[in-house]
């Protein structure tokens, strides 16, 4: 019976380690989301407008308050550009991942004081944004080991 009983918590420990939560600031279908948005563009507008744009420098200092400007300005943009066949979600990750940062706001640029720049800036500093997120968040892959024929 004990001999049972240490096995089925072997099992449970096991399970538990391999199973580790993923950590929920990893935006992995972002890159994604954000090109099919660069599809949908009128080719006429990418360079038009304004919008906040914050820097890889914002959001390593600020990283809740950089994700939750992106996000307001990617409504704008999505406005702007008349783009309706692609969803929100986008932004919305953005504001349910800034709220994952612990860091107080006080000492952070409001987005309306960031540089503005044109739409395509902007989804280019999105991407840089996003890619140095994943960097950090995303677990990688650890290599297949391969056998050598030979």
């Known amino acids: 019976m004990l001999k049972a009983q240490v096995a089925l918590v072997s099992v449970f420990l096991c399970a538990a380690v391999s199973t580790r939560a993923v950590d929920r600031r990893c935006l992995r279908e972002l890159p994604l989301q954000i090109s099919q948005i660069w599809k949908s563009a009128p080719v006429q507008r990418r360079t038009d407008g304004a919008l906040y744009t914050p820097t890889t420098e914002n959001y390593t200092n600020c990283p809740g308050a950089t994700l939750r400007c992106f996000a307001a300005e990617m409504k704008v943009l999505m406005k702007e550009w008349e783009i309706t066949n692609v969803r929100l979600s986008l932004s919305n990750a953005l504001n349910k991942t800034s709220r994952r940062f612990q860091q107080p706001d006080s000492d952070c640029l409001h987005c309306e004081l960031l540089q503005e720049e044109n739409g395509q800036t902007f989804l280019e500093r999105l991407t840089e944004v996003v890619q140095m997120m ?13 056998r050598r024929r030979g």
């Open 134 to 146: 994943n960097s950090q968040f995303c677990k990688k892959a650890a290599p297949s080991k391969r």
